[in-house]
């Protein structure tokens, strides 16, 4: 830098200003002088200090760089992490809804099923074979489904005897599959396959809830349960505890034909169950009960069903059908009883001659409840499948059967099970002996 300092000479004559202008200009001189001596210092160390800053300034441009890649860089990452968090969100959520799918669906949807193994130690006599056999006799599964709070399905798959196949002594049998439509809080439609409204076991039959290892032979001889088929109708309340239900299903087709020589018995209503397979449908029944419940511990029930050709037009001089059941229930603190009355009237000439146009049969069955894991039953039964007869040897058609017997209960839904069981048959052909069982339901 140049700094170059004017002095000023105060004077009053014209001989000093000459000698003061003489005076500014050597001064002028002088510093002119100086500063062109001192200059090349001074600009040395300005340029060697710019460059020492321009060499700093390269430096931390250098490092700017450097930091600017190293974020841009992990700007980079951290929008690939981003976009991968969103990924990851997007396919949690989607999880996350296939799994509120899953247990929407679990929630709707329910399992549970039921079996009974038995054992059985009858000594024949009069004609009746001895019966030494352990059997599972049945392995059933419940699957059900509630599609909305308005409409649900129910089905029962069951095996019969443990093995199913040519030659096998058990079946496999679709028993229920049907779908249940609410039409509002009293009222509910019914369509596919379902068990008939018909006597006490035939839609209650798991094994803690009866006693008795076998079932009772009213129920598989004149109502022959267990008893289902195909078809529509109505169920519901009624109020004051009332119920009814009303069906048109598929019918029976009540002829059994021996393999061997080929003659058409009337006398078994059991053998004229369809099942729903392949049924013949040329005359379809109808079945309704009323059911009343209004006090505690009670049950009254009446049920009918009437088809007008239980032969399907198959086979001549076998017309309409007409079964009439009724029951009671009575439970009161430990003590209980079961009573039960059905009859058949069948129409046509052939059945009327072979002395079955009337079935009938009842039983009655107390019990006693000693503790929430004993009780103890006795019951007697008597039925008869040709009930019109009434000459020669068709007379001996009655059947008596006496049970007593004791359920053991370790769980509400598991039970054991043994009684005695004692014949009196009109023909003298009898069974007796003991029967043990193990049951469970879920």
Not at 97 to 120: D, F, P
Not at 319 to 327: A, Q, V
Request: hydrophobic share 40%; with cysteine.
């Amino acid at each position: 830098m140049i700094i170059i300092k004017i002095t000023i000479f105060k004077c009053n004559q014209t001989g000093d200003i000459v000698v003061s202008a003489k005076k500014l200009f050597i001064s002028i001189f002088l510093t002119l002088c100086l500063s062109l001596l001192f200059a090349p210092q001074s600009f040395a160390l300005t340029l060697e200090e710019v460059a020492s800053r321009l060499d700093k300034l390269e430096q931390q441009n250098k490092l700017l760089r450097k930091e600017n890649k190293e974020l841009r860089s992990s700007i980079a990452a951290t929008d690939e992490k981003a976009e991968a968090a969103v990924v990851a969100t997007e396919a949690f959520t989607d999880s996350t809804a296939g799994i509120q799918k899953v247990a929407e669906w679990a929630n709707r949807t329910t399992i549970g099923g039921y079996g009974e193994l038995h054992y059985n130690n009858l000594s024949g006599k009069g004609g009746a074979s001895d019966k030494d056999e352990i059997d599972f006799h049945r392995f059933v599964l419940f699957f059900g489904h509630e599609f909305t709070d308005d409409i649900r399905f129910f089905s029962e798959l069951e095996l019969e005897h443990s093995i199913a196949g040519d030659g096998k002594a058990g079946e496999i049998e679709l028993e229920q599959a049907y779908i249940d439509f609410d039409l509002n809080d009293n009222h509910t439609a019914r369509a596919g396959l379902f068990l008939l409204p018909v006597g006490i076991i035939n839609e209650t039959h798991e094994p803690p809830t009866f006693y008795g290892t076998e079932r009772n032979p009213i129920e598989k001889n004149i109502v022959p349960a267990t008893w289902w088929a195909a078809g529509a109708g109505l169920h519901g309340q009624l109020g004051g505890g009332f119920s009814y239900d009303a069906y048109v299903h598929s019918g029976l087709n009540a002829t059994e034909t021996d393999s061997t020589t080929k003659i058409v018995s009337y006398t078994s209503i059991r053998s004229g169950r369809q099942k729903v397979s392949e049924a013949v449908a040329n005359d379809p029944a109808v079945t309704g009960r009323l059911k009343y419940t209004g006090i505690p511990g009670l049950e009254l029930a009446v049920s009918a069903q009437y088809q007008q050709d239980i032969g399907q037009g198959l086979v001549v001089g076998l017309d309409s059908g007409t079964l009439i059941e009724t029951h009671a229930i009575w439970n009161s603190g430990p003590f209980g009883i079961r009573a039960l009355y059905a009859a058949w009237d069948i129409n046509g000439t052939a059945v009327k001659a072979a002395g079955a146009d009337k079935q009938e049969g009842f039983y009655v069955e107390p019990s006693f409840k000693i503790s929430d894991q004993f009780g103890v039953f006795a019951r007697f039964n008597q039925w008869d499948n040709e009930a019109g007869s009434n000459t020669g040897d068709a007379e001996d058609t009655g059947k008596e059967q006496w049970d007593i017997g004791i359920n053991y209960w370790p769980h509400e839904d598991v039970v054991i099970k043994a009684d005695y069981q004692y014949q009196n048959n009109d023909n003298g052909s009898d069974q007796n002996g003991l029967n043990v069982g193990l049951g469970y339901q879920f």
